[in-house]
T-cell receptor
Framework: AQSVTQLGSHVSVSEGALVLLRCNYSSSVPPYLFWYVQYPNQGLQLLLKYTTGATLVKGINGFEAEFKKSETSFHLTKPSAHMSDAAEYFCAVREPNAGGTSYGKLTFGQGTILTVHP | DTAVSQTPKYLVTQMGNDKSIKCEQNLGHDTMYWYKQDSKKFLKIMFSYNNKELIINETVPNRFSPKSPDKAHLNLHINSLELGDSAVYFC????????????FGNGTRLTVT
């Protein structure tokens, strides 16, 4: 069964500092990986995804993530934090070709709240 | 143009009542989902429909009954509401293909008193 662990339920950075949000997954096969962002009282918005090919993927708002199979990780980074980045971030995994009762199911991590200080 | 829309946005009701949440997507997607986000922000899948057919039914009390009249709509009916049902319920949809992401609605915050 697939699972996702996000290390650190809260991350705090200063404006302009590097953002690093950690995500590790457990899956029987290399999965599809996603990062979502949730602003207060809103739904989740896709930041980026990894399916196949280049392991460094770029997303919206200057975020990027690198798939490292050997480390079963998909950490999210941004070189310079902005106040508007303050939100909750979710990592999610889907096993490719999962059919039957697991059809397309996304499993989410527990989320990381990012706080950005001026 | 809202892609995935849910109504109502807020729902406050008393224990024992029956309530429904509606979801519509105008993205032409084949698959729709209901997720529950608890007070700790943990997201858990409840149901999924593909072209009006139920394909995922997680361990959810049978007081919860999804209905999909067509592939653009997925409603959630909850009978005999309990305090523990208080949560934010998210509808989502996605296109076919295992790599396609979920598109979420803005959620329905259900409070049971």
């Amino acid at each position: 069964a697939q699972s996702v662990t996000q290390l650190g339920s809260h991350v705090s950075v200063s404006e302009g500092a590097l953002v690093l949000l950690r995500c590790n997954y457990s899956s029987s096969v290399p999965p599809y990986l996603f990062w979502y962002v949730q602003y207060p009282n809103q739904g989740l918005q896709l930041l980026l995804k990894y399916t196949t090919g280049a392991t460094l993927v770029k997303g919206i708002n200057g975020f990027e993530a690198e798939f490292k199979k050997s480390e079963t990780s998909f950490h999210l980074t941004k070189p310079s934090a902005h106040m508007s980045d303050a939100a909750e971030y979710f990592c999610a995994v889907r096993e490719p070709n999962a059919g039957g009762t697991s059809y397309g199911k996304l499993t989410f991590g527990q989320g990381t709240i990012l706080t950005v200080h001026p | 143009d809202t892609a995935v829309s849910q109504t109502p946005k807020y729902l406050v009701t008393q224990m024992g009542n029956d309530k429904s949440i509606k979801c519509e997507q105008n993205l032409g997607h084949d698959t729709m989902y209901w997720y529950k986000q608890d007070s700790k922000k943990f997201l858990k899948i409840m149901f999924s429909y593909n072209n009006k057919e139920l394909i995922i039914n997680e361990t959810v009390p049978n007081r919860f009954s999804p209905k999909s009249p067509d592939k653009a709509h997925l409603n959630l009916h909850i009978n005999s509401l309990e305090l523990g049902d208080s949560a934010v319920y998210f509808c989502a949809s996605r296109d076919s293909g295992y790599s396609s992401p979920l598109h979420f609605g803005n959620g329905t915050r259900l409070t049971v008193t």
